[in-house]
């Protein structure tokens, strides 16, 4: 099924959809329709498991405009399971804080209101601790 | 004159329908009631009506928290969202005004466009109408999977009673043919009637509700109404069911009403978290009967009897199937939502729920 990319583009925002290399394998996120590992073209959509690891990261005091509601807020480098590294808001942080790699997981949040409170809401990809839990 | 029942008054579907997949959220903040009366009272006056109450935090909504509730049970379905035909949200607090929900959250979990995607609205039932809206969807065989939500992030005014119990959280329901089901839906019965017992205007912030009428003619009317009519209708009693789930604005009033309706306390242990978590509104009886279905085994009945103000009941009763021992472990329990934990103080609370306004 051909997935038209605008589509696409919601899903990599909403639910970390990016590209699988149909040559060597490679999973590539963010989606560029280029395999960075082999060159070759990539259009395959592939829907990563939103699994990672804390690679690197920063907190944020003083935020952009439309962040400013959230500060302080951590932001990190994650390494996803499948390879590609994505910067993300890490989210629902406890008292333990975060630590260079942990465990983190996908899920889809309110990432910013555009302008005032009449303005649209944009939603998109961050990261939380892994919850303990069935699976 | 007496009023006699309608000759076929539990809805019941041509195709037979079952619970495919379900999945809960509540999010990680817990604010204890005794905070809640420490501000506004300096302490506890006579009893709690609450333990504690889940809090959304500072970037989640109804449409988050919906996401990760369908992801969850798109999990124990096995099925890919590509397949649902319906994408139907309830809640009392949708996050915008008008803008639907479902549009998003189909997005977000991978869903096609070819789907209903409307927001469902009828204060705390709203969960449960949109349950049976899928019933009849799935049952009249126009789509094979559909997805019923009920979510809510719901505000009291500060101060106000409801301050204590209004809570974050609920849960997601795929409903397909019983067959591919972890649980029949054998049958539901819907009781209404105009009753002014809740209510919140277009633009106003906060609800406000009508004191007398909230007991008596409001909840222990309809959910013993429609639960009782369903167990005449159906020829069951209370012994026929392993478990019991009602609509649970506090801790008291779901005790009582099984009280009423035969029920044991042992019948409604595993669905009663509103001492736990509050009062989740759309959420609550949806989540309730999801943490039942972490529990229950092949076999077992359940009712279910929802409340909404307005207002009215949804009664439905429930086969637990086979397929349940193994596709529970598929997702996340609800259980193990309950346990992650955060407790909050009153004025990281008021920051989390918008009370403070910086402009
Ligand atoms: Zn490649």
Redesign the pocket.
Known sequence: MEVPRHWRLKQQRYALVGEV??????K?FPPRDV??????E?KTPYTFSGKGTVYSYTIMHDAPAGYDENVPYTVALVKLEEGPMVTAQLTDLDEQGVQIGMPVEMVTRRIRQDGDERGLLVYGYKFRPMIAGAR | MTQTLPENLLLKPNRPVGIIGYGAYVPRYRLPAIEVARVWHGGARGGLPIKEKAVAGLDEDVITMSIEAARNALARAGIHAHALRAVWVGSESHPYAVKPSGTLVAEAIGAGPDIQAGDWEFACKAGTEALVAAMGLVGSGMGRYALAIGMDTAQGRPGDALEYTAASGGAAYILGPAEEGLAQIEFSYSYVSDTPDFWRRAHARYPEHGQRFTGEPAYFKHITEAGSRLMRAAGTTAADYAYAVFHQPNTKFPQRAALLLGFSEEQIAPGLLSPVIGNTYAGAAMIGLSATLDVAKPGDRILVVSFGSGAGSDAFQILVGEAIEERRNKAMRTQDYIARRTEIDYATYARLRGKITLK
């Open positions: 290399c149909p040559h060597c394998e490679g590539i395999c960075p590992h082999c060159g070759g990539a």
